[in-house]
């Protein structure tokens, strides 16, 4: 670790947890250092959800997002991961400014349904977001490809890291 | 360990799918469940690393909104 090269000391990073709390359901937890109705904005405006959605780590890129954040109001989001290309889209069900969003997941049948609350706790954002599957075999086999998919972009993070430390090495 | 200690863990296990069980007689036989711990916790941790990721750039525009409300702030009371 060399500590020299930052420039200005890292704010502390809030931890991500993940935890399956039952059969059909996922629960992602995280705290967010700015007050609801901003960590909302990034949420429900495609100029910004675009910028935080598709981080590079994920090898894919995002070629369209589309959202039209009110009840009934759908969402559409296209991806190309190498040659391949991917949608997702589905519906919003709740929308409370700075408070609550839910939407569905309709690229499947076993598609999920989302809910995300932005709890304020003294200037900052706590975020809980909650997919509730249609039955344990779809949570299971999202859980899966999720992995799978993430496994092969780790992957080629593992390799390129090897190169530069074999090129670093070399320096 | 008591044997209602025991059952009480084993069914624990049981519903979060880790193992099943199966009652012959008095004999109760628990095998590892359809999911097994190690994969579980693979998949939940690689999960977890999708969003910590997307989170780390949400934080990034997070503080650009913050910046920008400062600076829009400042212009209003000018």
């Not at chain 1, 000391?9 to 996922?26: D, G, I």
């Not at chain 1, 086999?141 to 992995?147: P, S």
Request: proline fraction near 4%.
């Amino acid at each position: 670790m060399d500590a020299s090269r930052r420039s200005e000391p890292a704010p502390m990073k809030n931890p991500t947890t993940v935890e399956r709390t039952s059969e059909r359901e996922l629960v992602v937890t995280r705290t967010f250092n700015g007050p609801p109705r901003l960590v909302f904005e990034a949420w429900t405006k495609p100029e910004l959800f675009r910028q935080w959605w598709v981080p590079k780590s994920m090898g894919m890129a995002l070629l369209s997002c589309e959202m039209d954040v009110r009840v009934g109001g759908q969402y559409r989001l296209e991806f190309a991961h190498g040659d391949s290309q991917a949608a997702f889209f589905g519906t919003y069900q709740e929308v409370a400014p700075h408070s609550r969003l839910v939407w569905t997941n309709e690229e499947s049948d076993e598609g999920s349904v989302t809910t995300v609350t932005f709890e304020e706790q003294g200037g900052k954002t706590l975020l809980v977001m909650h997919e509730l599957y249609p039955s344990k075999e779809a949570l299971d086999a999202a859980g899966t490809g999720a992995a799978d998919a993430m496994g092969e972009s780790f992957q080629q993070l593992d390799e390129l890291l090897d190169t530069l430390s074999a090129s670093a090495g070399r320096a | 360990m008591t044997l209602t200690g025991m059952k009480k863990h084993v069914g624990v296990l049981e519903q979060a799918g880790l193992v099943t069980t199966e009652k012959v007689g008095r004999v109760r036989t628990c095998t590892l469940g359809p999911r097994r711990l190690q994969e579980e916790a693979a998949w939940i941790e690689r999960y977890r690393q999708v969003w910590d990721a997307r989170f780390d750039e949400l934080d990034r525009v997070v503080e650009g909104l913050k910046r920008k409300e400062r600076v829009d702030g400042r212009k209003q009371t000018e």
